[in-house]
């Protein structure tokens, strides 16, 4: 028998909760088709069963016909795009996460500061590409420790560093150490530009994987919360998966395996959560237990033009 520990808090957080319900009452208000400029959030399962629904994902504006009501996902879209469905006459509907929109602002109060900018995140993340095209500044994109040795920058005296929602706290803490290192009078927020739901996932994965033998987790490959829900575990020494549903699991990763944790990123659907619970039972017996964790009661408000769709 296999006991599954089920990880507290885990799977949507609120900006992926209010990113679906956008484009779900954009549906209901104006009717299909609604475009969605890039995936609105980073899971396979959520994108094809909107796309069953009405919903057309499209990964340039000019894909869009003119007028088209238009979505933009919750990873947030550079300045040039918000231009560009302005000169397209597209009625556009913003999903972006208010904390991204909230990174956002910090670098432009930055950047109005006349400082460059280091934004630590992921090169060609949708999220990264919009957050350097929403800072009117220079914008030098630093992913590791060893980046920060190579940073040619213009004045060591005036310069501002942000981070990606979606990073590992500790190696985040490494690099912004490197950085202060390196330029003693940088400003910053620190690692809290790193959202709650990450921050809280990420802790609960840390502790669940000290009392488990395996863990797993369910979330798309191109999401980045969820990489680095698996990275946790690996880096605590447990074999660790991230799968994207119960089709992935295979028996053999179970033998000897008495303890499983079980989590998902803040993309993925809590249905694929229990669909895994199913494929797990199809391999063994089981029993579900769930770990003492934080409850997340955040909410965001509806752009205006929603706010009364039911
Ligand atoms: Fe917003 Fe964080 Fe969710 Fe990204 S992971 S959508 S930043 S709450």
């Given at each position: 028998?296999?006991?599954?520990?089920?990880?507290?808090?885990?799977?949507?957080?609120?900006?992926v909760?209010?990113?679906?319900?956008?484009?779900?009452?954009?549906?209901?208000?104006?009717?299909?088709?609604?475009?969605?400029?890039?995936?609105?959030?980073?899971?396979?399962?959520?994108?094809?069963?909107?796309?069953?629904?009405?919903?057309?994902?499209?990964?340039?504006?000019?894909?869009?016909?003119?007028?088209?009501?238009?979505?933009?996902?919750?990873?947030?879209?550079?300045?040039?795009?918000?231009?560009?469905?302005?000169?397209?006459?597209?009625?556009?509907?913003?999903?972006?996460?208010?904390?991204?929109?909230?990174?956002?602002?910090?670098?432009?109060?930055?950047?109005?500061?006349?400082?460059?900018?280091?934004?630590?995140?992921?090169?060609?993340?949708?999220?990264?590409?919009?957050?350097?095209?929403?800072?009117?500044?220079?914008?030098?994109?630093?992913?590791?420790?060893?980046?920060?040795?190579?940073?040619?920058?213009?004045?060591?005296?005036?310069?501002?560093?942000?981070?990606?929602?979606?990073?590992?706290?500790?190696?985040?803490?490494?690099?912004?150490?490197?950085?202060?290192?390196?330029?003693?009078?940088?400003?910053?927020?620190?690692?809290?530009?790193?959202?709650?739901?990450?921050?809280?996932?990420?802790?609960?994965?840390?502790?669940?994987?000290?009392?488990?033998?395996?863990?797993?987790?369910?979330g798309?490959?191109?999401?980045?919360?969820?990489?680095?829900?698996?990275?946790?575990?690996?880096?605590?020494?447990?074999?660790?998966?991230?799968?994207d549903?119960?089709?992935a699991?295979?028996?053999?990763?179970?033998?000897?395996i008495?303890?499983?944790?079980?989590?998902?990123?803040?993309?993925?659907?809590?249905?694929?959560?229990?669909?895994?619970?199913?494929?797990?039972?199809?391999?063994?017996?089981?029993?579900v237990?769930?770990?003492?964790?934080?409850?997340?009661?955040?909410?965001?408000?509806?752009p205006?033009?929603?706010?009364?769709v039911?």
């Amino acid at each position: 028998m296999i006991t599954v520990v089920l990880a507290q808090p885990r799977g949507f957080c609120a900006g992926v909760e209010r990113a679906i319900e956008i484009v779900e009452r954009a549906l209901r208000k104006y009717g299909p088709p609604i475009y969605v400029r890039h995936e609105i959030v980073h899971n396979r399962h959520v994108v094809e069963d909107l796309r069953k629904r009405g919903a057309i994902f499209v990964d340039e504006l000019d894909e869009i016909p003119r007028g088209a009501i238009t979505v933009f996902s919750a990873h947030g879209v550079a300045k040039r795009v918000e231009e560009a469905a302005a000169e397209r006459g597209l009625p556009v509907i913003n999903a972006t996460c208010p904390l991204v929109a909230k990174v956002h602002n910090e670098g432009r109060r930055y950047a109005a500061q006349n400082r460059e900018i280091v934004l630590v995140g992921h090169a060609g993340h949708a999220e990264v590409e919009g957050t350097i095209g929403q800072v009117p500044a220079k914008v030098h994109l630093v992913q590791t420790v060893e980046d920060v040795a190579t940073l040619e920058v213009a004045d060591p005296d005036k310069l501002a560093y942000i981070t990606q929602t979606t990073l590992s706290v500790d190696d985040t803490r490494g690099i912004i150490q490197a950085l202060k290192d390196r330029f003693p009078n940088i400003v910053g927020p620190d690692v809290r530009d790193i959202c709650y739901a990450t921050q809280n996932r990420q802790q609960a994965v840390r502790d669940l994987a000290h009392t488990v033998d395996l863990l797993l987790v369910v979330g798309s490959r191109n999401s980045s919360n969820s990489n680095r829900l698996r990275e946790i575990g690996q880096e605590l020494g447990k074999p660790s998966y991230l799968i994207d549903d119960a089709h992935a699991l295979e028996a053999a990763w179970f033998e000897g395996i008495r303890t499983v944790g079980l989590t998902a990123g803040a993309s993925a659907p809590e249905t694929l959560v229990q669909g895994v619970l199913d494929g797990l039972r199809r391999i063994d017996t089981i029993e579900v237990t769930a770990q003492d964790g934080v409850a997340e009661d955040v909410r965001f408000r509806f752009p205006a033009e929603l706010a009364d769709v039911e």
